[in-house]
């Protein structure tokens, strides 16, 4: 069985064709599905309560292709960029407005367990390797040389889409979301994901038993075949220093892609006993390229959204992203099954998925008197929900200057999230639904649930949820 850290495998070739011939069966069977029997107009129509109206719906269908294309984006060494977003990558596919496209993600904490969550996966190995003579993605978060580790997470893409000018806004359709089973024979029909207790977690420095700081990992089980939709912990185990191919010490979790060496370390199995955490995969990290800099770090979300951690951005959702750079630039990534608000100790259940999206441009000239006019951040729509993303700072990059990158860390706040989420709604609320100010801070005492998405970021999210059904007497 491949290592994550070994460059000449003898089972690559055949694990690579394996995974071809795969991709080829998957496409067949999409070609055949109702998504592509769709076509494209009417793909694009919309169906109750939406943020796109079916005004809007036809003329975005007017511009799209009349035949909707499919597009497999897969995940390895030469489809993803790891730790950063960046308005200068070379875009991975191009697609047209309304194509449908499947995106391999790979989760970065799977070095934490690479016997599970890497060998035997070629593209997961691919992307994980490292040795003292070869790097398979050199660079690593968003700083200079190397990246530094200054972000962390493994995005694929970036993804173009033609015609995209900023001031537009891309709809991203989620639907359907597949764990990504491992590929070890020994674990066949189970997937496998990471929680890290870390040293960005809220915990941290408030311990109040045994060693303290700590940094405490633990693997969660998942089914892939999706028989059980609950995940278990197999086992949990203290952080240990290690030793990077380069010979730099890691006394903390503090540059991705460490591969765990579990010789090593005290594994503590039968952790969470009769605990089952109902799974509810999503992509913590999707988003466009923003205009502010070269390389923009993983970490902190922003208003072309990124790292968002909102769990609610899953199957069957829609977000809506403002354009900023030519061709949008969209990329997924930072894979959970599952996450409660907050990402309390740092991380989610991070575990690799495989998501199908459609892709869908709104022009910046059609937009004009619809909900979508004024659309400045990363806005998710559910079945049931409107919900807003507030964060800290609403556009961190160009509300704290030169040294945004690095000032954001030690200036994000609750209080400031919330004060931006409030702002959000209240701007949705008097816009698109027509209501007065006052009429629109009553609604939001009595209907509005207000949630902390995230502490661990950066740029601390809170969101802001209204049910679609508190304005069932409307006229749509």
């Known amino acids: 069985m491949c290592q994550g850290d070994d460059p000449n495998c003898a089972d690559f070739e055949q694990h690579r064709l394996d995974f071809r011939n795969g991709m080829a069966k998957e496409r067949r069977a999409f070609l055949k599905s109702g998504f592509a029997a769709t076509g494209g107009a009417a793909a694009l129509a919309t169906t109750g309560i939406s943020l796109v109206s079916p005004a809007l719906a036809q003329i975005s269908a007017a511009r799209a292709s009349v035949q909707s294309g499919y597009h497999h984006l897969p995940a390895n060494a030469d489809t993803v960029h790891w730790g950063y977003f960046s308005k200068t990558l070379k875009p991975r596919i191009e697609v047209n407005s309304g194509d449908y496209v499947t995106i391999e993600t790979l989760t970065h904490q799977a070095s934490d367990d690479p016997e599970r969550m890497i060998n035997g996966d070629p593209g997961a190995e691919s992307v994980y390797l490292w040795t003292k003579d070869s790097k398979g993605v050199m660079r690593r978060g968003a700083g200079p040389g190397d990246g530094g580790g200054l ?120 952790v969470l006993k009769n605990i089952r955490v109902p799974i509810r995969p999503h992509f913590g990290t999707m988003g466009l390229a923003p205009k502010e800099a070269d390389f923009v770090n993983s970490i902190p979300p922003s208003y072309t959204g990124g790292n968002i951690d909102n769990w609610r951005i899953g199957k069957g959702a829609t977000m809506y992203y403002p354009v900023a750079v030519e061709g949008a630039l969209l990329s997924a990534g930072d894979p959970h099954a599952s996450q409660g608000d907050s990402e309390l100790c740092g991380t989610a259940i991070e575990c690799s998925l495989t998501g199908t999206f ?44 030169a040294n945004a990158q690095s000032d954001i860390f030690a200036k994000s706040s609750i209080d400031l999230a919330m004060r931006d989420a409030f702002r959000k709604m209240r701007g949705f609320l008097m816009n698109t639904k027509g209501l007065t100010e006052d009429e629109a801070i009553s609604l939001m005492s009595v209907a509005v649930d207000f949630g902390i998405t995230q502490v661990v970021d950066g740029n601390w999210g809170v969101h802001a949820i209204i049910k679609k059904n508190v304005f069932a007497g409307s006229v749509v």
């Open 151 to 270: 972000g962390v997470h493994i995005c694929t893409g970036p993804i173009a889409v033609r015609g995209a000018e900023p001031g537009d806004v891309l709809e991203v359709r989620i639907l359907d979301v597949k764990l990504r089973p491992s590929a070890n024979p020994e674990y066949k029909g189970l997937a496998f994901g990471s929680n890290a207790a870390a040293n960005w977690g809220f915990q941290y420095k408030d311990l109040i038993t045994g060693d303290k700081p700590r940094e405490v990992v633990t693997i969660y089980e998942v089914d892939a075949t999706g028989e059980r939709n609950w995940a278990k912990a197999l086992y949990n185990f203290r952080w240990i220093p290690v030793t990077d191919p380069t010979g730099k010490v890691h006394p903390t979790i503090d540059y991705p892609g460490l591969l765990v060496d579990h010789t090593r370390t005290q594994r503590n199995w039968g």
């Open 358 to 401: 459609q892709l869908i441009l709104h022009k910046r000239a059609d937009l004009g008197g619809t909900a979508l006019e004024s659309l400045n951040f990363p806005m998710i729509e559910t079945q049931d929900d409107w919900v807003m993303s507030g964060f800290s700072y609403p556009n961190y990059l160009a509300d704290l200057g």
